[in-house]
């Protein structure tokens, strides 16, 4: 079984997220990897408050290209679009998909985000995401990490 | 009526494709505005050619920010993100939405292109949409053009 094949399909559960200076929060996730036969997955991501508010979503292409490495291209409605590059390795049990941004770039009136790591950590119909930013000019730290179970 | 209410919906129609060194192609658009309610609409486009196969898609979000300006982002599975910005105005017994690329950044295995310009011209159920690109080294050329129907 592929990566993509293994990837593909809705992942729900919850999540935290903190950054220096934002109180912690939590909440509940739904990320969706689609195929349509290419060597690319759609990936789109929303989470939702405790109240069941809309928090986040985003979408994006995860790209499998030569030699085992992985690209993804992600748009924010907060006015955020990412490029990342990285590859997948099997380790804990399962197999970790590391991402580190190459260009983070901003709408005039976005945030200012410098640059993202992502990793997903897949095993069996688990899978943990965690997602790290240098933003507002605040340094590389952990911002987001959720576990979600394939259904 | 707002821009953001008038663009709402799903489009569908026909395209034409062309550019500097690629034979002219057309191609069949379904083109999805969204809403949640937030100042953003959620774009998603799919193209297939005359066979039914597909031929291009991507997502994004048009963000209606202050003073009527308008912030599009966009993420495509050809390895593309764009960073737009622009504005609306009355002309041609419609709304002319310009669209100017601030960024347009790559994955490494990506062609190369360099700026984008779109435009959408809404005329009550009638929506054209045409795109510039200066891609590959070949200047600003235009590549698309289509012409939709709500529903």
């Given at each position: 079984m592929t990566i993509r094949e293994m990837l593909e399909?809705?992942?729900?559960?919850?999540?935290?997220?903190?950054?220096?200076?934002?109180?912690?929060?939590?909440?509940q996730e739904r990320l969706r990897f689609e195929s349509n036969g290419r060597p690319f997955l759609r990936m789109e991501q929303h989470t939702t408050g405790p109240d069941g508010s809309?928090?986040?979503t985003e979408v994006g292409y995860l790209r499998f290209v030569a030699n085992g490495r992985l690209e993804l291209v992600v748009a924010q409605p907060t006015g955020i679009v990412e490029v990342l590059e990285g590859g997948a390795e099997?380790?804990?049990?399962?197999?970790v998909i590391s991402l580190t941004s190459l260009v983070v770039a901003?709408?005039?009136?976005?945030?200012?985000?410098?640059?993202v790591q992502r990793r997903f950590t897949l095993r069996g119909d688990e899978l943990m995401t965690?997602?790290?930013?240098?933003?507002?000019?605040?340094?590389?730290?952990?911002?987001l990490e959720s576990r979600l179970r394939r259904g």
């Open positions: 399909g809705t992942w729900t559960g919850s999540g935290i997220g903190s950054y220096p200076e934002v109180a912690e929060f939590s909440y809309p928090l986040h099997e380790a804990e049990g399962g197999v901003t709408t005039p009136s976005a945030k200012r985000v410098d640059a965690e997602l790290w930013m240098d933003a507002m000019e605040r340094g590389m730290h952990q911002h």
